[in-house]
Structure formats: structure tokens, C-alpha cells
């Protein structure tokens, strides 16, 4: 083949995979951006239900609920 045959086929390669390139993009922005969101929300959930935060919590619900007025 020569060059300007390899020119042609990449360019057509480049228009077939310029047309398929949206396509179900938003869904898969959306599924990354679910999967992220559940990865925070399960680390948040790590964290506060770990030992110390639920200590801390109780400790100062204790404290405000023991004030004397």
C-alpha cells in the first residue's frame, strides 16, 4: 500500500471512531460518577461509625445532656 492509502484508511478510521465517540457517554459519566459516590458515602460510613467517632459523639451528647441550667 502506499502512503496516501494509509492516509485514507486513518482517516477513516478516525471518522468511524469520531461517530461512535458520545455515544452513552452521559451514562457512562454517570455510572462513574454513581461508583464514586458510593465509594465516599462507604468510607464516610467507616468513619463514623468507627469506635472513636461514636465514643466522641456519646461523650458529648453526655456532657450537653448533663448540664445543669
Same mark, same amino acid.
Do not use: I
Given at each position: 500500500?502506499?502512503?496516501?492509502h494509509w492516509r485514507a484508511a486513518a482517516r477513516r478510521l478516525s471518522?468511524? *471512531?469520531a461517530l461512535g465517540s458520545d455515544? !452513552?457517554?452521559?451514562?457512562a459519566?454517570?455510572?462513574v460518577g454513581t461508583i464514586?459516590? /458510593?465509594?465516599f458515602a462507604? *468510607?464516610?460510613?467507616a468513619v463514623?461509625? !468507627?469506635?472513636s467517632v461514636v465514643s466522641g459523639l456519646g461523650s458529648l451528647i453526655g456532657? /450537653?445532656?448533663s448540664v445543669k441550667l
Open positions: 500500500m502506499s502512503f496516501d471518522e468511524l *471512531v455515544e !452513552g457517554m452521559s451514562t459519566e454517570y455510572a464514586a459516590a /458510593a465509594a462507604a *468510607v464516610l460510613y463514623v461509625t !468507627g469506635s456532657k /450537653a445532656l
